[in-house]
């Protein structure tokens, strides 16, 4: 059984996204740039795509940028609230500690420039309370960027709460909407957000395409020189298949989305009631405000590096919230941000599900994080320490 349950990190792109994507890799094939009649073919395909996207999340075509991902959105917003800021003389800059790297290594880079930056402590429930925003925001805050669902333990946090407090003081507000979009229901209009960035590939559309939506008024800085594409946004001849992809993606996830959502939560509820078994475990963010298809857990005495290995070998594709990958012995700064201590954030475990997830796997799954744990557990000598009574257990 092969089983894939690591779709915070990429989905599988949908037919209805390939279906999209096709004709303009064969006979739509101009640049939307040229006057010629094949150039204006791609033109209004791409005119259309972006009043589709636009709809999805409440905002108006002219508002909508295409870039290559989440990553340069959250740079591009980022940088120009700063831009516009500094040239009021405010730069003051308020996040949180478990955003998600292309927004924190944005800020140490503004940070450097003679930014102040303020991130806000996160709760041992992975959320954000707007009152702590509030309380952060000065006359110099030039803008607060607060994710709407965390990339490794789920958390959605109070944005329209957050929107509102923004709006009242007149600081512009940005949410990084990567994990969120296509999974919740987003408007900005109504919920007071001025920029939101979103990826593609997070909700079955391809890699390497996303927007930066940006409020009307609010002028970006261009991250790339070149050409006028993109209203002088940005640069590069656009990547109508992948822009193509992702509108009817995020289209097809939108219609879906509540129906989604009640049979996730059923797989994602059980998958919790099940590792929640397992001695010296515990979940990782709130159990309800959390996104329907993840599940982050922590178990006391092993190595998530091992676990996500042997739990490969057992046909279950992983994630977890330690950076072994980078080859870093830093355990995750999410987990440390909700107030997990290093020895038990590094026997982390995310897995995240999609449409296509069945019980039979969440059943399969559940047994065999459980033969993992147990095994990994009788080779430790953390663990031998922890049962003897020399090291006290820190999850009860």
């Keep these: 059984m092969k089983i894939y349950l690591d779709n915070a990190a990429t989905t599988k792109m ?5 279906d999209a994507m096709l004709p303009y890799m064969d006979t739509i094939y101009g640049n939307p740039s040229s ?33 290559s991902g989440g990553s340069e959105a959250d740079n591009q917003a980022i940088i120009s609230a700063a831009r516009i800021g500094q040239k009021k003389g405010k730069r003051h800059i308020i996040s949180t500690a478990f955003e998600h790297h292309a927004v924190l290594y944005t800020l140490d880079r503004l940070e450097k420039e003679g930014f102040e930056i303020t991130l806000l402590d996160v709760h041992d429930n992975g959320i954000i309370l707007p009152e702590q925003v509030s309380s952060a925001i000065r006359e110099d805050t030039c803008l607060v960027t ?8 789920g958390t959605i946090q109070p944005i329209e709460a957050i929107g509102n407090i923004c709006r009242a003081k007149n600081v512009p507000f940005h949410t990084d909407a990567v994990q969120a979009a296509g999974h919740l229901h987003i408007h900005v209009k109504k919920q007071n957000i001025d920029m939101l960035s979103l990826s593609a590939h997070k909700f079955h559309g391809p890699k390497g395409i996303g927007v930066l939506y940006a409020k009307k008024g609010i002028p970006l800085t261009s991250l790339i020189e070149g050409g006028a594409q993109e209203r002088r946004n940005r640069a590069g001849t656009e990547n109508i298949p992948a822009i193509m992809g992702m509108s009817a993606a995020l289209s097809e996830a939108c219609t879906r989305m509540d129906e989604n959502a009640v049979s996730l939560c059923a797989l994602r509820d059980k998958l919790i009631a099940g590792l929640s078994q397992i001695p010296h475990s515990i979940l990782n963010g709130d159990a309800a405000k959390r996104l329907p298809g993840n599940v982050n857990f922590c178990f006391e005495g092993i190595e998530g590096e091992s676990l996500l290995l042997l739990l490969d070998d057992k046909g279950i594709c992983a994630s977890s919230g330690s950076a072994c990958t980078s080859g870093s012995l830093d355990p995750s700064h999410v987990l440390l941000a909700i107030g997990r201590v290093h020895d038990v ?17 969440i059943t399969y799954t559940i047994e065999a994080v459980k033969t993992v744990v147990e095994y990994l557990r009788s080779i430790s000598p953390v663990w031998r320490d922890l049962i003897s009574g020399k090291r006290n257990f820190i999850i009860k």
């Design 14 to 18: 949908s037919k209805t996204a390939i």
């Design 35 to 67: 006057l010629h009649s094949a150039g204006q073919a791609a033109a209004e395909a791409l005119a259309k795509a972006r009043k589709q996207i636009a709809g999805c999340i409440g905002a108006s075509p002219e508002e909508i940028t295409f870039t």
């Design 345 to 361: 954030a590094h026997g982390s475990l995310r897995l995240t599900l999609s449409e296509e997830t069945t019980e039979e796997e």
């Design 146 to 153: 607060v994710m709407y669902a965390n990339n490794e333990i």
